[in-house]
């Protein structure tokens, strides 16, 4: 039976092609769990409109029994009222060539309006998860403009790339990647970002001494990961989108439902200081999830190697935060 209450869930970039895959999947209950009705509000550029609107058709023909309607905007206050779910995945993608540095002052625009009507008239219980890149600045700026929603309703998605190491390391393993446990994303979602498997275990084994090849591990599957976003650029003629939907899916249900016992995912929440991450920038940790609350796993060792790799990550994501206070964005 579904729950009579729907759940309002607002995606931005309704039109764009990673709003394409997304949207199928959470009108047929994958978000929250298919015993949840979802209300979906689709903001768009006036230009994209109507080929939102096209899509709300597709949805509707999909008869999908979680999908309680569909409404598009094209009016960050009107899309965002009562939302208690926000992808704010509408941005401009990276094409060949282009750095996600210089992604900044053309997205960054957009996430101060989105962070102000979130924090004017969304839901209480209101989460946010930024996909548009660069996903951890852009989260930031939205969560300064939001200053009475908790910061930690704040997230940015670095759970496709940790994704793509657990389908990595179970390639090299020959594994599934239910074998996997406690891999993390440490960092920004940029080519910095640092893949640790230091405390990552196959079957309850150490994955590096499972893999016993640290020249593997350090120049050829950190790369591979970190890499990954410009090897489908360049690959596909296009970013990664369904790949990219199906961690928006993981990171929202993981986020409600909670990490599996003795395991942890990855996302990047804010800083409350921990690992020498300073306090506010929203950065790549190793997570646990619960009664709808992540929480920064504590207490791990961090060697020389993984120091030096999340310092370097991290000192993008200050230099990031720089160059916004200076074009005056938050
Ligand atoms: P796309 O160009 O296909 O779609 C983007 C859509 O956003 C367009 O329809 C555009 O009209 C819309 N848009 C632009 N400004 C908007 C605004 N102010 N309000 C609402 N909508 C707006 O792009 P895409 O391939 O769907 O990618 C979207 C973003 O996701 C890009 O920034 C891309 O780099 C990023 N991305 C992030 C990850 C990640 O792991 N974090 C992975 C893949 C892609
Ligand atoms: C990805 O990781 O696939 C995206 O963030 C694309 C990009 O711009 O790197």
């Known amino acids: ?38 209300k979906l509000r689709l903001l768009e550029i006036p230009a994209a409109t109507r080929a939102a609107e096209g899509t709300a058709l597709e949805l509707e023909d999909g008869a999908f029994p979680a999908l309680a309607g569909v409404d598009v905007f ?6 965002f009222e ?15 060539g282009m750095e996600r540095g210089d992604l900044l ?14 924090n004017a008239g969304a839901a209480s219980d209101i989460k946010v998860l930024v ?6 600045t852009n989260a930031l700026i939205a969560q300064q403009h939001a200053p009475d929603v908790p910061a930690d309703r704040f997230t940015a998605m670095t759970r ?23 891999v993390t994303i440490w960092g920004n979602h940029s080519a910095t970002q640092y893949p640790d498997v230091s405390h990552a275990t196959v079957n309850g084994s150490s994955v590096r001494d499972a893999i016993n090849d640290q020249a593997w591990l350090a120049d050829e599957f950190i790369p591979r990961v970190a890499k990954r976003g410009a090897e489908i650029i360049e690959v596909r003629g296009a970013s990664s989108a369904a790949s990219a939907a199906s961690a928006a899916i993981d990171h929202v249900y993981t986020w409600v439902n909670g990490t599996a016992e003795g395991d942890w995912t990855s996302a990047a929440v804010v800083s409350d200081g921990s690992y020498g991450v300073p306090e506010g920038l929203i950065s790549s940790f190793p997570v646990t999830a619960k009664d709808g609350r992540f929480e920064i796993v504590q207490g791990l060792e961090i060697d020389e190697f993984s120091r030096t790799r999340i310092d370097a990550s991290v000192a993008e994501l200050v230099e990031e935060r720089e160059a916004v206070r200076k074009l005056g964005l938050i």
């Open 1 to 38: 039976m579904l729950m009579a209450e729907p759940i309002n869930v607002t995606v931005t970039g309704a039109a764009g092609q990673i709003g394409y895959a997304l949207l199928f999947r959470i009108a047929s209950g994958q978000l929250l769990g298919a015993d949840k009705k979802v």
């Open 74 to 79: 094209d009016n960050p206050k009107q899309a």
């Open 82 to 96: 009562g939302t208690n779910v926000a992808l704010l995945v509408g941005a401009r993608p990276r094409t060949k």
């Open 105 to 118: 002052e053309a997205n960054g625009g957009i996430f101060k309006p989105q962070g102000e009507a979130i």
């Open 131 to 136: 996909v548009g890149n660069p996903a951890n």
């Open 160 to 182: 496709l790339d940790h994704n793509r190491a657990l389908a990595q390391l179970a390639g090299k393993l020959g594994v599934s990647v239910e074998a996997l446990k406690k």
